[in-house]
């Protein structure tokens, strides 16, 4: 792994490591963390080797979201850069949250502010019972608006309402209960439950993991006419595709298909 506030790494199952490196600072991000940040899921997003990828931290805390310093640098920007900064993080919301790879994180502390939003762009999310959660940022006057369509998409407009506005820290439990994280387990098994998450991932078709993730974006709202036509020409392709063919294949011959190995 590289030596920077950002870990990363594919191994040899083809998972990709991308683990915040800030300890010191509780895992804030700025702009520097930020654009590594960027570079890891695009070029992880590329790699056909990577099969899933893991986002975790180094310490006792997730993140504590932005770094004040840098906050305080930006708040001297022009309304034009100001916005500018503010597209970068969104950006890479957006990559993280879209892209066809499963993204798991794993939670073992204090997650505030930005860090929420890191989590809920997560696809599955294992949290310690150590864990803890903040919507933190009216506290200092602002808003959390860049994260707010992902956190209100985990957690429902209902909870959003109350958290984003009363900036209350609520346990993991609680989160779990508000659907922003899967499953709690002990802090001694956290990576054992990660491990166990990503050896169930690779029993399945990595290109149908992708179109399965996209799925769920598409039908996300009013059944029409339109979504059930869409819906009916995935799975044509789905099946029609060397994926597709090779898992039922496999499934009628009663063997393993060719993406399990060993």
């Not at 109350?162 to 098994?189: C, I, M, N, P, Q």
Request: aromatic letters at 6%; charged letters at 25%.
């Amino acid at each position: 792994m590289s030596e920077s506030p950002l870990k990363t790494n594919v191994d040899e199952n083809g998972i990709g490591w991308v683990i915040l490196n800030r300890p010191e600072v509780h895992n804030c991000f700025d702009e520097v963390l930020i654009k590594e940040l960027v570079v890891a899921f695009d070029d992880m997003s590329a790699d056909d080797n990577v099969r899933a990828i893991v986002l975790a931290s180094e310490g006792k805390s997730f993140s504590a979201g932005a770094d004040l310093n840098w906050m305080k640098r930006v708040a001297k920007y022009s309304p034009e850069e100001n916005k500018a900064d503010a597209m970068v993080f969104s950006g890479l919301l957006k990559t993280m949250n879209f892209m066809k790879k499963p993204l798991i994180g794993l939670v073992q502390g204090a997650t505030f502010g930005g860090g929420v939003g890191l989590v809920s762009v997560c696809d599955i999310v294992i949290a310690s019972e150590k864990a803890s959660f903040c919507l933190s940022e009216v506290k200092l006057g602002i808003i959390p608006a860049m994260i707010s369509p992902y956190v209100v998409a985990a957690m429902g407009p209902r909870a959003a309402r109350r958290y984003f506005v009363s900036a209350e820290r609520f346990g993991a439990e609680e989160a779990k209960w508000l659907g922003l994280v899967h499953e709690v387990v002990t802090a001694d098994e956290l990576q054992a439950k990660g491990d166990e998450i990503l050896k169930i991932l690779a029993t399945n078709g990595p290109k149908a993991m992708g179109e399965a993730k996209d799925l769920v974006f598409a039908v996300d709202g009013e059944i029409t006419d339109d979504m059930i036509d869409d819906v009916s020409d995935r799975i044509a392709r789905q099946r029609a595709s060397d994926e597709g063919q090779e898992g039922l294949g496999a499934f009628l011959e009663k063997r393993k298909p060719n993406w399990i190995k060993g």
